[in-house]
């Protein structure tokens, strides 16, 4: 029986983790649980899966869990120090790193620092600080295991794989829901549009993010952390169908790939389970019903973003935490309607061309340039609007 903890448990990727930890509930005990706004959702959460210790981001959210009728059982934690209290609880032996965007950086490092085995779906941590985070589990023996559908592929195809023979890592994107749209179309599409993702469901900012192909772009440099690659060993191929998730070429000619529905319960549950294996949570994959499996380049005119995102792979140091956050920013003001979709990538690129480069190996010089970089995006936006 492991213990485990969700941080980001009310959202897309906490809500089907708990799913899997229901099925298997022989295997695993939720202690803690972990959320942003969502205190109605938490409070269901609490009742199903009876943690010891759960947290909120507010105070006042906290007080209304906290006047809800769960007996003493529960501990209610709230803000930052509430979440890493729990990464750190000494009882939790696999941390689900699951909350979106930088929020999510310090309580993953402290998963990391206190030698958890982290199921790591925040990406946006590994992109500020893949450097830092792969020295810290060195350090302390974490185990961290990718919940992103193209890395568990990835790390499934090189399991067995001496890492001096991998030649090429190609990662799949479905396209996004302007696959088939021109540049004109895309430029003026409607939040309703850049929501409607053709394949998975996810949270409003990932899905933004897809249809930018920014998603791509942050993956191709959490790739370069989680397996240690050059960034030349890196690639992308858009995969409409989004049942190949990687794609592994060795030098002596052969591709390996890694397949599943279509449905993140598969790489989740496989981060939990590692290095062993369950039953599949869903039917099996029948590919004579899916028939074709087709694979384009990337048309980086209508997708300029994933040429930002590999500039700043390239460049390193603190070029992806400015990147993160001037993403973070745009794609909030897009969501408040403050900006059109095509300003999302106006905004990062005139932010990127300002930024200078400078060296970051610690969690405060990240939080600094991530600091400085968003309120120069704010302002950026404040005196265009
Ligand atoms: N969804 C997917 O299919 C998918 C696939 C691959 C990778 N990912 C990655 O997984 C992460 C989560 O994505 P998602 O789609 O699950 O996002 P989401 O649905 O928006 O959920 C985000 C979660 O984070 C919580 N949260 C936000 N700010 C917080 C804070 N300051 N403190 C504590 N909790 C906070 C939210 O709480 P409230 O809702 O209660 O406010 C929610 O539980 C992202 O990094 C994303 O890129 C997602």
């Not at 609880?89 to 402290?110: F, Q």
Request: with cysteine; glycine share 4%; aromatic share 6%.
């Amino acid at each position: 029986m492991k213990n485990i903890a969700i941080l980001g448990s009310t959202g897309s990727i906490g809500r089907s983790t708990l799913d899997v930890v229901d099925l298997l509930s022989n295997r695993f005990n939720v202690i803690g649980l972990a959320a942003g706004r969502n205190s109605e959702l938490l409070a269901r959460q609490i009742k199903q899966f009876k943690p010891e210790i759960v947290s909120l981001e507010k105070e006042s959210d906290a007080d209304f869990l906290k006047a809800q009728d769960f007996s003493d059982s529960v501990r209610i934690l709230c803000g930052q120090e509430g979440t890493e209290e729990i990464a750190r609880n000494k009882d939790i032996d696999i941390i689900v790193a699951a909350i979106t965007g930088i929020s999510g950086l310090r309580s993953t490092i402290t998963a990391v620092k206190y030698g958890k085995k982290v199921a790591l779906a925040n990406k946006e941590s590994m992109v500020v600080a893949g450097p830092l985070i792969q020295k810290l589990a060195e350090e302390s023996g974490s185990q961290i295991i990718p919940v992103d559908s193209e890395h568990s592929g990835v790390f499934q195809c090189l399991a067995k794989e001496d890492k001096k023979n991998v030649k090429r890592v190609i990662l799949t994107a479905s396209g996004g829901p302007f696959f088939q749209s021109t540049k004109e179309e895309m430029k003026n599409s409607t939040i309703e549009d850049a929501l409607n993702h053709p394949r998975w469901e996810m949270g409003e900012k990932v899905t933004i993010d897809s249809a930018t192909m920014m998603n791509k772009g942050l993956e191709l440099i959490e790739a370069r952390w989680l397996f240690d690659l050059q960034p030349e060993q890196l690639d992308v191929l858009i995969h409409p169908q989004s049942i190949v998730h990687a794609l592994v070429e060795m030098r002596d000619g052969s591709v390996i790939a890694q397949l599943s529905q279509t449905d993140m319960k598969i790489p989740i549950q496989y981060a939990l389970t590692y290095p062993e294996r369950e039953e599949a949570p869903l039917p099996p994959l029948d590919l004579s019903k899916i028939r074709a499996l087709e694979f384009y380049e990337v048309d980086k005119e209508k997708f300029p973003m994933i040429l930002l995102a590999r500039e700043a792979l390239n460049e390193g140091d603190s070029a992806p935490v400015a990147l993160n956050a001037a993403n973070e920013v745009a794609v909030k003001a897009f969501l408040e309607k403050k900006i059109v979709f095509s300003d999302i990538f106006f905004v990062i690129n005139t932010i990127m061309r300002d930024h200078k480069k400078n060296h970051v190996d610690n969690l405060d010089d990240i939080l600094s340039v991530d600091r400085e970089t968003k309120l120069q995006t704010r302002n950026f936006l404040e005196q265009r609007l």
